[in-house]
């Protein structure tokens, strides 16, 4: 900024001078002769300051003179001769020299001497003459602005070089916009929908496909080759990527319109391989996206960033798979595992509910009668299934429960581990169980999330399953026992009732699959009537339900619902209520926050209109689209509630 001092007490000085003698005139008007002292201080005031502006004008050219001087004597005359901008301030950043090129680019033919740095260059000074470095942006020019100290008679100077980085970052940009990315894009279970179209079906569906495909990539410059009836792999620049980000993937609802024999709606995963140095990288990073796109049920795009994955769609329900190849493969790999393995460890996730201690027993039934020993670690202070547990340890013995801290010191390295109804390392039963184990084998059935269990021998993950109970009873099925012995009815009940949990009583994500695994269950002894009493509920515990019930609130179609009380049970009653609030007419969605400790619960439901998984991830929890949960430390209910409905407003724009 220009040196602006002669000017303003120019300014000063005649109001001064005004002011004074408007003053002095009034004065004189009623006394001459304070009016003439009046006069006199005032124009002694004036001529004083008169002097002290030529005293600080002539001080400020001389010492700017002096220091250009010493400039002058040392390297001025090499430093004009340099092919770029050069120039020198002093120890208060004002330019006491500059060289012809500075003049032509940076100052623009206006003389800078003797004015502040920042009237011309935008500059960090403090990075600049600590780190000697720093960058700006003059003139539509990129510079990187070096600076050498130098001290001459006591003077302090910088000499500042200023180096044209234009081209360098054009060139840059350019090929950062033209960097290659692999993304993978297939269509989620086209077999199993295809299998019974009529051969005209198929042929017109195929074509809408190549048509969707066409106009995906008809705005870029890159290609796609189909390397599978299902799966197609494209190679996009960065540029045209960005653009497909932006959209949200709109290629994801424009698939939902083609329906395959003329009432299975189609559904891409994505998986895009950005931000890799090779395509070989790129290819394995999209790989990776795809996985965690189709471990999340499909109908989505997956991006992964430095920060995490970004997760575009999702609003579909996941499809059932007819085939149970993949089953039978699993369930053969994981009976020559236990067969291998010294003793068979079994943990569900924290809190655990009759799904997860349903999944555990009943593997650990199996495991059995296979002749290997099996435990099962629980906390019994922090479960739901406490009446099951009691009920599975009688008719099986005292030894089949431990705690997480008696399997940790257990295990050994010949011993398995099996997770059941979560993938999550966060929400495990036990941590430093799953960190001792050598062998793991994850059993699960909610949406992939990020932080999942990446050691796996086998990674059982099937997200369009109803529940982890199911999972396992289709793989017992698959094991050959080398006895006619049947897996005991209370391990029967335990599977059963997780299922039962699981589907709301088969309402919810119910598929043939579901009543073929509850069949199997009924024939190895089930009863049902044993398995509803596991569910029932005493008058007091029905009472807090209802009272949470009545104190929802309706927002954005969603039943939100804040327990003011605490309870031994209110880890059950919170979830009953969530299910009860979906009972409610013009509600997608329910929620359902209750504190225990210094932390608020949130159990979400929703019958699948809304993805409650995409609201729970939002505020870092996770689960299954249409149930899920998420847990605030450090907050009260009050801010967890305006938290939650920021998330559901995020969401709502996120559709839209």
């Not at 496909?209 to 799966?231: A, D, H």
């Not at 005292?398 to 399997?407: C, K, N, R, S």
Request: negative net charge; charged residues 25%.
């Amino acid at each position: 900024m220009r040196n602006r001092f002669p000017a303003l007490f120019v300014v000063l000085l005649l109001l001064l001078l005004a002011d004074s003698g408007a003053c002095a005139a009034m004065l004189y008007k009623y006394n001459n002769t304070c009016g003439l002292i009046c006069m006199a201080v005032a124009a002694a005031l004036i001529l004083g300051l008169i002097v002290l502006a030529v005293f600080y004008g002539r001080n400020s050219i001389r010492h700017v003179s002096k220091m250009n001087a010493h400039l002058e004597n040392s390297a001025a005359e090499f430093m004009e001769s340099l092919p770029a901008p050069v120039a020198v301030i002093d120890a208060q950043n004002r330019f006491v020299w500059y060289n012809h090129l500075f003049a032509e680019r940076i100052s623009l033919g206006s003389d800078p001497y003797g004015m502040e740095l920042e009237g011309y260059v935008k500059l960090d000074v403090r990075t600049l003459t600590e780190e000697g470095y720093s960058f700006c942006h003059v003139n539509g020019s990129f510079y990187k602005v070096t600076a050498e100290k130098f001290t001459k008679n006591d003077l302090t100077f910088f000499i500042l070089y200023f180096h044209d980085e234009t081209a360098y970052i054009t060139l840059k940009k350019n090929s950062e916009a033209a960097h290659p990315n692999v993304v993978i894009l297939t269509i989620d279970n086209y077999d199993d929908i295809v299998q019974n179209a009529k051969e005209s079906e198929k042929a017109q569906a195929s074509l809408e496909i190549e048509k969707l495909i066409e106009r995906f990539m008809g705005s870029t410059s890159g290609f796609i080759k189909r390397t599978s009836s299902n799966t197609f792999y494209a190679v996009l620049e960065n540029r045209h990527l960005e653009e497909k980000i932006s959209d949200k993937f709109k290629i994801l609802d424009a698939a939902r319109e083609i329906k395959i024999a003329g009432k299975f709606p189609l559904t891409f995963s994505i998986g895009v391989g950005q931000g890799a140095d090779t395509l070989d990288e790129s290819e394995r990073i999209a790989r990776q996206c795809l996985d965690m796109a189709l471990g999340r049920g499909g109908d989505q795009a997956v991006v992964k960033t430095e920060a995490g994955y970004r997760f575009f769609g999702g609003v579909s329900k996941g499809v059932e798979k007819m085939s149970r190849s993949k089953t039978r493969i699993i369930a053969n790999a994981l009976q020559d595992l236990i067969m291998n393995s010294d003793t068979v460890f079994i943990m569900g996730h924290r809190f655990g509910d009759l799904d997860s201690v349903g999944a555990s027993c009943g593997m650990a039934g199996a495991v059995r009668l296979l002749g290997k020993n099996a435990r099962i670690a629980v906390d019994r202070h922090k479960n739901l299934a406490s009446h099951l547990i009691d009920i599975v340890e009688e008719q099986m013995g005292e030894d089949l429960f431990i705690t997480p801290g008696q399997a940790a010191d257990e295990i050994s390295s010949g011993d398995l581990l099996i997770v059941t109804d979560t993938h999550n390392k966060d929400f495990i039963e036990s941590r430093e169980l799953y960190e001792k184990a050598k062998s793991v084998v994850v059993i699960d059935h909610h949406r992939k999330t990020v932080n999942f269990i990446d050691n796996a021998v086998i990674f059982h993950h099937e997200p369009y399953a109803s529940s982890a109970s199911e999972m396992v009873a289709e793989l017992i099925q698959y094991f050959n026992f080398d006895t006619d012995e049947r897996i005991p009815s209370c391990v029967a009940d335990a599977l059963l009732s997780g299922i039962m949990l699981d589907t709301k009583n088969f309402v919810m994500r119910t598929g043939v699959r579901t009543f073929e695994a509850a069949a199997f269950l009924k024939k190895m002894g089930a009863d049902t009537v044993a398995v509803k009493l596991l569910f029932s509920n005493s008058i007091d515990s029905y009472r807090r339900k209802t009272q949470i019930v009545a104190s929802a609130k309706i927002h954005d179609r969603c039943a939100v619902a804040a327990a003011d009380f605490r309870s031994d049970d209110i880890r059950l009653v919170a979830p009953q209520a969530a299910d009860e609030l979906l009972s409610i007419s013009d509600v997608d969605a329910s929620f359902v926050l209750y504190k225990t400790g210094a932390t608020v619960n949130i159990s979400a439901r929703s019958l699948g209109a809304v993805n409650v998984q995409v609201i729970m991830e939002k505020l870092g929890g996770g689960g299954h689209q249409t149930m899920a949960a998420a847990q605030l430390e450090g907050v009260s209910v009050e801010e967890a509630v305006k938290a939650l409905f920021r998330a559901i407003d995020e969401r709502s724009e996120d559709v839209n």
